[in-house]
């Protein structure tokens, strides 16, 4: 094995954690000291104060999505997708935000990628598109009735695919869109925040407050898209892209070990076949069915 793969290898160890520890983060902050609000809040501050450069030197994005696109970025994938993930885990456990989101995120987006861009689906696309579809059903009925935080992380799941394929039509490099989302999340969100929502975080142990700024604000929003982009480097794209494929099981054990969620075997089975599903969706080659 070569230095590139191995280090390629090392750096998608790096994002595909920093991923799926951040909804085991989200779940351990709205069941403990914090609120939805707060952790948002602490995800796109820190985030805007890091990445504000960025986006002063490359521009906001107008030029290439118009204000239209923009917003929807932010909508899409900025605060309020944020916002209600956080919402969600008070009455989802982690493992379902490990296994919905991503899972509809790549049905939506195999979905709404044939409808506007014309993307062949494939069959080798198809096959992942099937299994995701199913382990979605299965972990649904292994975790007996939907709650609302269910309902919710299937919504933003299609968030995130509009968003990805807004960044994909308009051909923004990451940096850019991970700069301009947030910094438009907090010039919206935190006026919003301060003057009309409740609040925790005066209350919380400061431990707690910096623990959450570092992993949300740092990790996630830097950390975790350099190492992205890094392993793409190394790895080739086709590997790069196979990286949120493997975010359904790593949550499942991140919140099995830190969380103290239970995983039966419809939980295994389920994270197991979108896993698959999603590796199938976004490495397949897009020849048309025929």
């Known amino acids: 094995m070569s230095r590139n793969m191995l280090c390629g290898l090392g750096w998608a160890t790096v994002a595909i954690t920093v991923w799926s520890g951040s909804l085991v983060m989200l779940r351990f902050g709205v069941t403990t000291t914090l609120n939805a609000y707060d952790l948002t809040t602490l995800r796109f501050g820190v985030a805007a104060l890091i990445l504000a450069p960025v986006a002063l030197q490359r521009g906001i994005g107008t030029d290439l999505i118009g204000l239209g696109g923009l917003v929807v970025m932010v909508v899409a994938f900025g605060a309020p997708y944020v916002l209600l993930v956080a919402l969600a885990m008070k009455t989802a456990p982690a493992a379902a935000a490990g296994a919905l989101n991503p899972g509809v995120m790549a049905i939506g987006s195999v979905v ?73 999340s907090a010039v919206l969100y935190l006026p919003i925040y301060v003057a009309a929502l409740p609040k925790q975080i005066f209350d919380a142990p400061v431990a707690d407050v910096l623990l959450q700024a570092g992993f949300q604000g740092v990790l996630v929003s830097v950390a975790a898209l350099y190492a992205f982009n890094r392993s793409a480097e190394l790895l080739g794209p086709v590997a790069g892209a196979s990286l949120p494929a493997l975010i359904p099981v790593v949550t499942l054990g991140l919140g099995v070990v830190f969380l103290g969620e239970t995983a039966g075997v419809g939980a295994l089975c389920s994270a197991t076949l979108v896993t698959l599903g999603l590796a199938l969706s976004l490495v397949g080659k897009r020849h048309p069915l025929g």
């Open 112 to 184: 709404l990628g044939r409808v506007i861009l014309g993307d062949p689906i494939g069959k080798t696309r198809l096959v992942g598109l099937v299994a995701t579809t199913l382990g979605i059903a299965l972990f649904t009925a292994a975790g007996g009735a939907m709650t609302t935080g269910h309902l919710i992380l299937i919504g933003t799941g299609m968030m995130w695919a509009s968003y990805s394929l807004i960044v994909r039509r308009a051909a923004i490099p990451a940096l850019n869109a991970t700069a301009i989302v947030a910094v438009g």
